[in-house]
Structure formats: C-alpha cells, structure tokens
C-alpha cells in the first residue's frame, strides 16, 4: 500500500509539472493584446520621465508628428518599408507644412512577443548610443505611432523636432 501511495504522488509531481511547463508555455507564447493608442501614450510617458530624470524639459506631444508616425509604422508593419528609417526624409518634408523646426530625430523599433512593448522600445533605445542622443537632445515637440499588426507584433516611430520660435513682428503699436 505504501508503494502504490509513493506511485500516486509521483504521478500527482508529475501532472503539477506538466501543469505549470503548460501555463508557463501558454504565458510566453502568447503576445500581448494591449491597444496601440495605450503604447503610444506609454512610449511618450517614458521618454518624458526620463527627460525630466536628466533635467531636459519634457517633449510636448504634437498630432501632426503622430500622424507621420503611425504611416511611417504602418508601412513597416505591411513590409512597404523595412524596420528602420526608409523615407525619413519624406516624412520631415511632410511636417514642413505643419511645424517650422531646425532639427529633427527618429526612433524605431520592433517588438513580437514581449509583454510590455513600450518599455522594451524605450529601453532598447536607452541603451544604443545612437537612439539615446534623439532621447537627450535638445527637441521639444515629438509624436508616437504604433501599429500592432495580426501576429501581435508592435511597430513603434517616434519622431522628435526642435521647433524654430518665429518672433511676432513689431506691428508698431
């Protein structure tokens, strides 16, 4: 009786393993279903912290940059472009008609199959030298775009300017 006792709860060891590999598999195998517009706001929240963190004044969000964007990840996404920055020279001249800046800057990334896809972008560009710089320059405008495609996977532009401050002419009043 006793061996038949030490056989069930081996059985039981080994049902709780495969129990927990199974949930752990499911957990890691499944992408995150978070809405692109949350991973946007998170992206710019992070980089925003991290500006203050460093003393830089935060970046204001601009719709116009937002916009260029999200075509910018959509066309990533759909393998129009490749992850990177295919057109970023378009997409300045585009916002030409909107903003009047000296300088701008962009961030990409791709992230499949992680849980939290804004920080692991902002992180990835924390510590590339080459994406950090846009992070800590001197801009003050930037916009996000995120798309999410079928798989789950997230593609994330972020596009950084320094707005060019026209001084009012003197109206002689």
């Known amino acids: 009786m006793i061996e038949l006792g030490n056989m069930k709860l081996?059985?039981?060891q080994i049902i709780a393993v495969i129990i927990v590999f199974t949930i752990l598999l499911h957990h890691c195998m499944?992408?995150?279903d978070i809405p692109a517009?949350?991973?946007e706001q998170k992206v710019f929240q992070?980089?925003?912290e991290h500006r203050a963190s460093i003393g830089f004044d935060e970046l204001a969000w601009n719709e116009n940059i937002s916009e260029q964007c999200r075509e910018h990840s959509k066309n990533m996404s759909t393998g129009i472009v490749p992850v990177g920055h295919s057109g970023f020279d378009e997409r300045i001249k585009k916002l030409l008609g909107f903003i009047s800046?000296?300088?701008?800057g962009e961030n990409v990334a791709f992230v499949s199959g992680y849980?939290?896809?804004a920080v692991l972008?902002?992180?990835e560009w924390l510590?590339?030298?080459e994406h950090r710089v846009n992070l800590e320059s001197d801009f003050n405008l930037a916009g996000v775009g995120v798309i999410r495609n079928n798989n789950g996977d997230y593609y994330i532009t972020q596009i950084f300017i320094r707005e060019k401050f026209v001084p009012q002419k003197n109206t002689g009043y």
Request: aromatic residues 8%; proline residues 8%.
């Open 46 to 48: 992070l980089v925003n």
């Open 115 to 117: 849980s939290n896809p």
């Open 127 to 129: 510590n590339s030298e």
């Open 10 to 12: 081996k059985k039981l």
């Open 101 to 104: 800046f000296s300088i701008a």
């Open 37 to 39: 517009s949350e991973v």
């Open 121 to 123: 972008a902002f992180n």
């Open 30 to 32: 499944n992408k995150p």
